[in-house]
């Protein structure tokens, strides 16, 4: 009732009265009115284009994307507006915009979708980030009816009012205006290019909008302390913040709940945002030492970070460079049952308790990805996407796991981003109550497809053999699965697309061939996920001369049952080393071995974290130096026989003198001293 809704009312303002606002750098949006209400603010009171991020958290993609996408958020926030949207929580947008991939990137401009683009391409996306930017800025126009008026009265004077008013007004109702009452945009600078070409010259444009002046969507001003107790009470009865509460309608207090919801969540989303930040720069690589690294670990799945935790608990202090990814076992969507300790949890859970760990005890992160590393001379050098200046290190552990391997088929390379996937984990949800197809016979096939199970409407298992390669609680799970299919002895041979639009296409469905009988079908999908193995992630290293093993192309040998490799102080790790076992947990041992095979092949080569010894022989340094000084005062001006006292100080002192001036042919005047130095001593 009324009263319940002004007592709801109130206790939001008091909540709201305690939060600064701000609009966050990427904003994350919670429901399908909040993303309405923005690209409606955005379109008519700044004029800035929207570009919306949709991800998933469990996607290796989307995380490696996100804090290249805050980055560019930072770039250009005062150019345009950063949002997330999670496909697992926001169904119903993700279905409004054909998301059958994730990352996808979609653009907004005037409140319409612009552009967009799936997967994780930097470049893309800030390609059509610097388009629509620009876009915005071209179209900030509008020609308003005083302008107009005076145009024609200056060169066709007859031209009425109401013959410029009709004019104006077919302006504003153009289909390039739809969504706004004004000759603005688009509509305002072909009229005035067709008044350009009649007269020789266009009437005046002036900016639709001015930074500063208008509604921002996602920022509030606070009324001013200066404002009179006048000028507030003439403002009270109009002024939702002062109005009084009982004489609003339900659909006014309704209204307001909502609007002071959506300006808590911004402010939330903005205090989340600066938590993340400080967290990340807490824990960034920091470059510029004098010193090389002693141990720079490749890769930041479980064994890059098994490495990182053994090598910062020796106290190498180890850098981790990797996209925010996490390996394949952060695109595990099934509880991980075979890791010792860990039940009940996901693969990002562990992933993210790996790395707490590794942090806790010094270790340090670069968000990039290795392109190439010299190994000509020593210190070995790394370098990275995001500059062109190298890491030094002594010692690099290579620790990138493997990436999916592809059918190489008709349709599948056209169709990426459109249905085709190779991460159940990250698209699955996007296909809730549709029938998808998953291509594979081993353990990451079983998983996707108990993944796709769960929110699918049909699962289509397609294997080329007569039986599995997946363990076997697995493979009868997913045997017993009443919504999964299994195709024995097939192959797909084709992925055929359809059109929804002008300049996107999405799967329809998938051709099957039996490779015993030669029969062919096809099936209506509306998703293809390819299983089907993975290829050792080690092209950075072609021209680093190491050796790769024969016997499994690919992957780095090892020898001498260690993690070494052909070149001394680069050691391999996980499944770029592993074509037999390939688990999280033998990556993980294989980790630990690196990095002990690391500390000590450093120890015989007498190399460590020369940074740190400095600081420590500095230190050592200066205490000596202080102390000596120290020592130096105290000999000038303190003198430890006066203690004693009296007569017998002078005794002593006389008795030293003695000594001294004793001929020397009586005795060796090094052990007299010596002996009465002693005794003076012995009788303090």
Not at 181 to 207: H, I, M, Q, W
Not at 580 to 591: H, M, N
Not at 635 to 651: I, K, L, R
């Amino acid at each position: 009732d009324r009263l319940t809704f002004s007592l709801i009312l109130t206790a939001v303002c008091l909540i709201f009265s305690v939060v600064v606002e701000a609009r966050p750098i990427v904003r994350s949006i919670k429901s399908t009115h909040e993303f309405d209400r923005l690209l409606e603010k955005h379109s008519k009171e700044t004029g800035l284009p929207v570009i919306a991020d949709f991800y998933s958290d469990g996607c290796g993609p989307c995380r490696m994307m996100a804090p290249i996408f805050k980055k560019l958020a930072k770039e250009k926030k005062d150019e345009a507006v950063f949002i997330k949207i999670d496909t697992n929580a926001q169904y119903e947008l993700s279905g409004r915009y054909s998301v059958r991939s994730i990352p996808t990137f979609v653009f907004f401009h005037n409140g319409k979708k612009f552009q967009e683009f799936s997967g994780a391409g930097e470049q893309q996306l800030r390609q059509y980030t610097d388009m629509i930017i620009g876009k915005a800025k071209d179209e900030n126009v509008k020609l308003t009816l005083e302008n107009l008026t005076a145009y024609y009265a200056e060169y066709d004077a007859s031209k009425d009012a109401d013959a410029v008013q009709s004019l104006l007004n077919k302006c504003a109702g153009s289909k390039a205006n739809k969504n706004v009452d004004e000759c603005v945009g688009a509509s305002a600078f072909n009229l005035t290019r067709k008044l350009k070409k009649k007269y020789k010259k266009g009437p005046k444009l002036v900016p639709r909008f001015v930074p500063g002046e208008g509604a921002d969507a996602e920022t509030e001003q606070q009324p001013s302390s200066s404002s009179s107790s006048k000028q507030t009470k003439s403002k009270a009865s109009n002024d939702p913040k002062t109005a009084n509460l009982s004489l609003a309608t339900m659909e006014e207090l309704q209204a307001e709940i909502e609007r002071r919801m959506d300006e808590l969540r911004d402010a939330e989303a903005d205090a989340e945002d600066e938590d993340d930040e400080n967290e990340e720069d807490l824990h960034a690589f920091q470059r510029g030492s004098p010193f090389p690294q002693p141990v720079t670990i490749i890769g930041g799945g479980p064994a890059g970070l098994s490495a990182a935790i053994y090598a910062a608990r020796s106290g190498l202090s180890p850098v981790v460079i990797a996209p925010p990814m996490g390996g394949q076992l952060l695109g595990k969507g099934v509880d991980v049952e075979n890791y010792p300790g860990m039940f009940n949890v996901t693969g990002p859970e562990v992933v993210a308790s790996m790395r707490a760990q590794a942090i806790e005890f010094g270790t340090t992160f670069e968000a990039d990805v290795v392109t190439r590393v010299d190994t000509s001379s020593r210190p070995f050098r790394v370098y990275v996407n995001e500059t062109d200046e190298p890491i030094e290190t002594h010692a690099i552990i290579v620790a990138t796991g493997a990436e999916s391997n592809w059918l190489g088929i008709p349709g599948e390379y056209e169709l990426r981003g459109g249905g085709v996937s190779s991460c159940a984990i990250c698209d699955g949800a996007i296909y809730k109550g549709k029938d998808v197809v998953i291509v594979g016979g081993g353990d990451a096939a079983m998983e996707d497809a108990l993944v796709l199970a769960r929110t699918s409407s049909s699962v289509t298992l397609v294997h080329r053999r007569r039986e599995f390669r997946a363990s076997k609680i697995l493979a009868q799970r997913v045997m017993e699965h009443p919504l999964i299919t299994i195709r024995w002895d097939t192959i797909v041979t084709e992925i055929v697309g359809e059109s929804i639009d002008d300049d996107k296409r999405v799967v329809k469905s998938a051709v099957l061939s039996n490779v015993v009988t030669g029969e062919t079908d096809i099936i209506p999908t509306d998703a293809v996920f390819v299983a089907i193995g993975h290829t050792p992630a080690t092209q950075f290293l072609n021209n680093a001369n190491v050796q790769y093993n024969e016997a499994h192309p690919g992957y780095l040998m090892t020898y001498e049952g260690s993690t070494k490799t052909s070149i001394p102080g680069i050691f391999a790790a996980g499944d770029v080393s592993d074509a037999i076992y390939r688990q999280a947990i033998t990556s993980a041992g294989s980790g630990a071995a690196a990095a002990l095979d690391a500390e000590r092949w450093l120890s015989e080569e007498g190399l460590g974290n020369e940074a740190a010894e400095m600081e420590a022989e500095l230190m050592a340094e200066l205490m000596s130096e202080s102390h000596a000084h120290e020592k130096s005062a105290a000999d000038a001006h303190y003198n430890v026989y006066e203690d004693a006292g009296g007569a017998n100080a002078t005794t002593k002192a006389r008795r030293k003198d003695k000594v001294k001036n004793k001929d020397k042919s009586t005795a060796p005047p090094q052990e007299d001293v010596m002996v009465e130095e002693d005794e003076s001593v012995l009788e303090l």
